[in-house]
């Protein structure tokens, strides 16, 4: 005699957005508001005094700015990088550290923090340059304007380097790198490519359009 085994029914899989992801895509809306007010305070100073932003925008090392833009720029290819690495779940380099197809993402946010770090300090160069030709945060409305907005971004960049040596310092606390640290990984590199974008855009309105 045969039984017969009645099949229960199979549960659809729901596959939900991950929580931490979906939050900082909702906070970097927040800060594109912030650097919108930021953007909407420089125009305004700049309507204001044409004749001051032409004298002092002559003072502007573009070539030089353009090379800082070029390695932060880069920085987002390396970072990308790291994120690929750390989706298929691979924290460190497989192979000899000049065998770069076979790095991991700590190699490539090393890389990339380091990126970030030069064009801080070239920024800060920018500053200190500035400063001795005469603008200064107190100086006028272009030099508020200008180191408000480039500050600003600053500050921002510094965050999202310290938030890379967390991640990193994460990566070498697990015994196993799995998807919870992956997950952290893809966080920070949204979060650097908006920094990324902003200072394209930035650079583009101080740098570009006189």
Same mark, same amino acid.
């Given at each position: 005699m045969t039984t017969t085994t009645a099949s229960r029914p199979v549960a659809p899989v729901?596959? #939900?957005? %991950?929580?931490?992801?979906?939050? +900082?895509?909702?906070?970097?809306? $927040?800060?594109?508001? /912030?650097?919108?007010g930021l953007f909407a305070i420089y125009f305004t100073l700049r309507s204001t005094s044409p004749e001051l932003w032409e004298a002092q925008t002559s003072l502007? %090392?573009?070539?030089?700015?353009?090379?800082? +833009?070029?390695?932060?720029?880069? $920085? $987002?290819? +390396?970072?990308?990088?790291?994120? /690929?690495? *750390?989706? #298929?779940?691979?924290? #460190? *380099?497989?192979?000899?550290?000049?065998?770069?197809g076979k790095w991991g993402m700590v190699e490539w946010f090393f890389l990339t923090y380091a990126m970030g770090a030069v064009f801080i300090v070239g920024q800060v160069y920018e500053y200190? +340059?500035?400063v001795n030709?005469?603008?200064?945060? %107190? $100086?006028? *409305?272009?030099?508020? *304007? /200008?180191?408000l907005t480039t500050g600003f971004h600053g500050l921002h960049v510094t965050g999202g380097l310290i938030a890379f040596l967390l991640v990193i310092g994460r990566a070498f606390a697990v015994k196993n790198f799995g998807h919870k640290e992956a997950t952290s990984a893809i966080v920070v590199s949204y979060y650097w490519h908006f920094v990324d974008v902003v200072w394209i855009g930035l650079f583009l309105v101080i740098y570009v359009l006189k």
């Open positions: 729901v596959h #939900r957005p %991950n929580v931490v992801a979906v939050g +900082t895509i909702v906070w970097l809306g $927040s800060e594109v508001m /912030f650097f919108a502007l %090392n573009v070539p030089y700015s353009l090379v800082n +833009t070029i390695i932060l720029v880069l $920085s $987002s290819v +390396t970072c990308q990088f790291g994120v /690929f690495a *750390a989706e #298929r779940l691979q924290a #460190r *380099a497989t192979g000899k550290w000049y065998q770069v200190v +340059t500035l030709e005469g603008i200064a945060l %107190n $100086s006028d *409305a272009y030099g508020s *304007a /200008f180191y």
